[in-house]
């Protein structure tokens, strides 16, 4: 229960513009992900916005958006997006810190993490075992089913998970039995089709074992993110006026996912990303933790919000630039379908 909205209008009529802020950390590591710089850029570039936006007119809002990284209402830009918080909103903004360079909004996959439970009867497993319905049977015919269904799937499909309860005792047969997935893919139809085989999967174990299933989502699912080139665009000009430059994506689609796709599913929205490190290192590690609190990632703060505030300023005084982002954007959807 993290989460916030602050607003700010200037009186005037104008664009609405939010900039989303993330400042979760991972279990175990802390900010693996950088963000306490996400968070904090976002804030400061709404901050120095809010010093000119009474004269060009619209309003300012700062969401904090907590979970990213899962847990209790996990990726809660979900949540936001469901309960009605962007139906107003002209454009999202927010900067992800990232390794040795800058980097423009990239697609990331949709993700549905899901629970796959199965109830079954308890018994001797030597003394009665014709008496024991096995959970652990079926959640295992599951586990194999998927695997097999990885080769008739997409390129771009993830599905990995771990069983977190497989009985408690060799000698009974359990009656209880539950994994946890990812369900990954690269748009929301093919996420839809790949959620209805692992649903039927989990059907047929259940009448395989004669055990009672369930597959039910844990958190928010995540949508794929929907980059808006033009856009990026104007971040990107803004970002050569402050001495950066942006490396162009060696990929297609990156194969994590991020909660900023479910945003980017129904208004403009850009998520570049600024470079905390010389060098390159991966995300969600030590390394990264110690970035995020080095001089040049705290230094990316004040880098990162002055470039977000000139360009929502642009949009601001633009008005015709704002039209044609959200008509692209529309195609970017449309494309998608």
């Known amino acids: 229960r993290t989460g916030f909205a602050a607003y700010h209008h200037s009186g005037k009529p104008g664009p609405v513009l939010a900039f989303l802020a993330e400042y979760d950390a991972l279990a175990g590591l802390g900010h693996g992900c950088g963000h306490n ?3 904090a850029t976002s804030l400061l ?7 000119v936006i009474d004269e060009t007119g619209g309003e300012v809002r700062v969401y904090g958006t907590p979970g990213e990284e899962g847990g209790e209402n996990g990726s809660a830009k979900g949540s936001f997006v469901r309960e009605g918080f962007f139906r107003d909103v002209d454009a999202a903004l927010c900067v992800h810190p990232g390794a040795d360079t800058h980097r423009l909004t990239y697609k990331t996959l949709g993700c549905a993490p899901v629970d796959i439970e199965f109830w079954g009867r308890a018994a001797h497993a030597a003394g009665s075992p014709e008496k024991g319905i096995n959970a652990l049977d079926a959640l295992i015919l599951v586990y194999n089913a998927i695997n097999a269904l990885r080769q008739h799937l997409p390129t771009d499909v993830r599905i990995h998970g771990i069983i977190t309860n497989g009985g408690d005792a060799p000698n009974t047969v359990p009656d209880y039995a539950k994994a946890k997935f990812y ?3 690269a748009s929301a139809p093919t996420l839809d089709d790949v959620y209805q085989k692992v649903k039927r999967i989990v059907e047929g174990a259940a009448l395989a074992t004669g055990a009672k299933d369930s597959l039910k989502p844990y958190q928010n699912r995540v949508e794929n993110t929907v980059p808006t080139p033009s856009f990026d665009a104007v971040y990107e000009k803004n970002l050569e006026y402050f001495g950066g430059r942006i490396t162009p994506l060696e990929f297609t689609v990156a194969p994590g996912s991020s909660d900023v796709g479910n945003v980017s599913q129904v208004i403009p929205t850009i998520q570049p990303t600024i470079s905390i490190t010389d060098v390159k290192i991966a995300g969600h590690t030590e390394e990264m933790k110690a970035a995020a609190r080095s001089e040049k990632g705290l230094n990316s703060i004040l880098l990162g919000a002055k ?7 642009d949009l601001l005084e633009d008005e015709q630039l704002l039209a044609s982002i959200k ?9 998608q379908a």
């Open 45 to 51: 570039a709404a901050a120095a916005l809010k010093q």
């Open 183 to 185: 369900l990954r893919a």
């Open 37 to 39: 710089l996400f968070g």
């Open 327 to 335: 008509a692209e954007h529309r195609q970017q959807i449309e494309a």
């Open 307 to 313: 470039v977000l505030a000139f360009t929502a300023l």
